[in-house]
């Protein structure tokens, strides 16, 4: 076997390569000039006041929660078909991730499950836009008591819209990613998105250890021989300009990035709308889906095999497939701490044990979408 066809890759090249020069030649390698820069592309881009560059989507949830002031003796809702990334914030803040279940067709929050976790220390939800399609923002917000911040896990949305208006833009704050599986990358990296310039100060204060200013702004300063004032408790959670220079050039392709995977995307759909078993995701009118994975659902019912021997045999012949993502629920940490089993949330177990992503990225050429298709067309 020859052929091999990654789940995903980045498109990186001279451009990105290049633009590492200016911070590596000036010796400014930490958050400076150049991520200043890709926060002011970004929050131009999604339409939000506010862009704060961090080190990971991780980090990024973990200073939207405690900048709104979650801790100890709150709940936050999640879902339970996500990144484990999402829950495991929630603990960092000492609060407690209290599990929704999703819906099969969208792979996003059920709304009426959300509905029956609202506590009187309800804190916070977080609404994940998974695989780059936007929640139902408005119809979560709608059972929400007033008071409870709606959160924005938008790891995979980068560029993605709902009635015109940006991921980043939905909810109070919002978190995204940069790893590579995205669909613009720096390597790791995550950014912070909101429209109030309070909740914008603190997390831009906590990213940097708590300090009153950064260091950019201090070296540039009357008095750079002072160190500055730690008036909160802080993180090390800074992007490097090295990765800043690099979202930067990455932003700029961003549009075209997805409209090239959304053209594929519905190349698959024709081209194998015809299996009986396999249930693709579509974009629903009025939205712009990021596409950062082409997630399928296999039919246990219907399908020749079990989804992992198609996946298997998929891997033999040189394409790589993975599961959508896990169900938290069922992971053991959670499971056990919490003392969950996997039929309490029946349709994010579902979706952990039959979902099937398929290779979309902007690396893969006619020849490997023809391929793949074929493939899958072969098992029956």
Not at 30 to 41: C, M, R, Y
Request: net charge neutral.
């Amino acid at each position: 076997m020859t052929r091999r066809i990654a789940i995903s890759a980045p498109l990186t090249g001279e451009e990105e390569w290049q633009a590492c020069r200016e911070p590596l030649l000036s010796g400014w390698l930490t958050q400076g000039p150049q991520v200043a820069a890709f926060e002011k592309a970004f929050a131009e881009r999604h339409q939000v006041a506010h862009a704060i560059a961090v080190s990971s989507c991780t980090t990024a949830l973990h200073l939207a929660l405690a900048a709104v002031g979650v801790g100890p003796g709150d709940e936050v809702i999640v879902p339970a078909f996500t990144w484990v990334a999402t829950a495991n914030a929630v603990l960092y803040c000492g609060a407690t991730p209290v599990f929704a279940d999703i819906d099969r067709a969208t792979y996003n929050l059920d709304v009426d499950s959300v509905a029956r976790r609202v506590t009187p220390r309800t804190r916070a939800l977080i609404a994940v836009h998974l695989f780059g399609r936007c929640a139902d923002v408005e119809a979560l917000r709608a059972v929400l008591p007033a008071g409870v911040v709606l959160i924005e896990d938008a790891a995979c949305a980068a560029g993605a819209a709902w009635q015109g208006r940006p991921a980043g833009s939905l909810g109070s704050v919002a978190a995204f990613s940069f790893h590579p599986r995205k669909s613009v990358t720096t390597g790791e990296g995550g950014m912070v998105t909101t429209n109030d310039a309070q909740l914008a100060r603190r997390v831009d204060q906590m990213r940097n250890h708590g300090a009153s200013i950064s260091e950019e702004h201090r070296h540039s300063g009357p008095r750079p021989y002072l160190l500055p004032e730690f008036e909160v408790l802080g993180y090390n959670y800074r992007m490097t300009d090295l990765q800043g220079a690099v979202g930067r050039v990455q932003l700029r392709k961003l549009d075209t990035f997805i409209d090239e995977r959304a053209r594929w995307a519905a190349w698959y759909r024709d081209a194998l709308g015809g299996i009986p078993w396999l249930r693709l995701p579509d974009e629903p009118r009025g939205m712009r889906h990021g596409w950062q994975a082409f997630v399928t659902y296999i039919d246990p019912q219907r399908a020749p095999a079990a989804r992992n021997d198609i996946m298997q045999r998929l891997e033999q012949q040189g394409i790589a497939t993975r599961p959508g993502t896990h169900a938290v629920h069922m992971l053991a940490y959670y499971r056990e701490r919490f003392g969950l089993s996997a039929g309490d949330l029946p349709g994010a177990r579902d979706c952990a044990e039959q979902t099937m992503a398929i290779p979309l990225h902007n690396r893969m050429s006619t020849e490997d979408y023809e391929y793949v298709a074929a493939c899958l067309r072969e098992i029956g």
